[in-house]
């Protein structure tokens, strides 16, 4: 059975820096794209970073370049997202997806697999 478990969201003020973990289980990790999303209220759901094995470099929104950093840990099977110099407007539910070969790794529809999500709230 495919598991992916979000960990690590909170609140944090703005500025600030969260760093949330996707662990998975029941698949091939290396064989798999992971992305992280997040719905904002009243919001769409939106693509936020994704990481593959290949070479392919890591996807990141425009929104969040330069300030949010994936990564993965094979050994532990482990998606993780570092994010910084968090905005209020960032306050989401954030979820990590997998797929073994999603067309775009920004798009949701693109992911089989999801986790239930964790909440991220950045107070002004």
């Known amino acids: 059975e495919v598991q992916l478990v979000e960990s690590g969201g909170g609140l944090v003020q703005a500025g600030g820096s969260l760093r949330l973990s996707c662990a998975t289980s029941g698949f091939t990790f290396d064989d798999y794209t992971i992305g992280w999303f997040r719905r904002a209220p009243g919001k769409e759901r939106e693509g936020v970073s994704a990481i593959s094995s290949s070479d392919i470099p890591p996807y990141y929104a425009d929104s969040v370049e330069g300030r949010f950093t994936i990564s993965s840990d094979s050994a532990k099977n482990t998606v993780y997202l570092e994010m910084n110099s968090l905005q209020p407007e960032e306050t989401a539910v954030y979820y990590c997806?997998?797929?073994?070969?999603?067309?775009?790794?920004?798009?949701?529809?693109?992911?089989?697999?999801w986790g239930q999500g964790t909440q991220v709230t950045v107070s002004s």
């Open positions: 997806a997998a797929d073994h070969s999603p067309v775009l790794f920004y798009e949701a529809s693109a992911y089989k697999y």
